[in-house]
């Protein structure tokens, strides 16, 4: 089993950058998948899931209206669109599967993690 997050980088505020995480050894329509962040200094948390039922997302209020989480279950990968990134956006940011939407990164409802990829938005 394992999760690959891809799609970090280098962006300035108000820019855009789309996430990729690639599954494998399990289905992503088969598992909750939520991504996190976790910034300098801060603990990790919940931003957004794609729940496995239905497709249907939650989204943490920091990121509403601006980051949207998909899934393309033919190639097996969810993805984060961000939009109108600012400076606190900057943070590592993982892809996780769960047997249910949750936002608290120590939960027992999550079952797999990727190692995570870098974004950092410059002012």
């Known amino acids: 089993v394992q999760l690959v997050e891809s799609g970090g980088g280098l962006v300035q505020a108000g820019g855009s950058l789309r996430l990729s995480c690639s599954a494998s050894?399990?289905?992503?329509?088969?598992?909750?998948m939520i991504w996190f962040r976790q910034a300098p200094g801060k603990n990790r948390e919940g931003i957004a899931c794609?729940?496995?039922?239905?497709?249907?997302?939650n989204y943490a209020e920091s990121v509403k209206g601006r980051f949207t989480a998909s899934r393309d279950n033919a190639k097996n990968t969810v993805y984060l669109q961000m939009n109108s990134l600012n400076y606190e956006d900057t943070a590592v940011y993982y892809c996780?599967?769960?047997?249910?939407?949750?936002?608290?990164?120590?939960?027992?409802?999550?079952?797999?993690w990727g190692l995570g990829t870098r974004v950092t938005v410059s002012s």
């Open positions: 050894g399990f289905t992503v329509d088969s598992y909750t």
């Open positions: 996780a599967a769960a047997v249910q939407c949750t936002f608290y990164s120590g939960s027992t409802l999550l079952s797999y």
């Open positions: 794609i729940n496995r039922a239905d497709g249907s997302t």
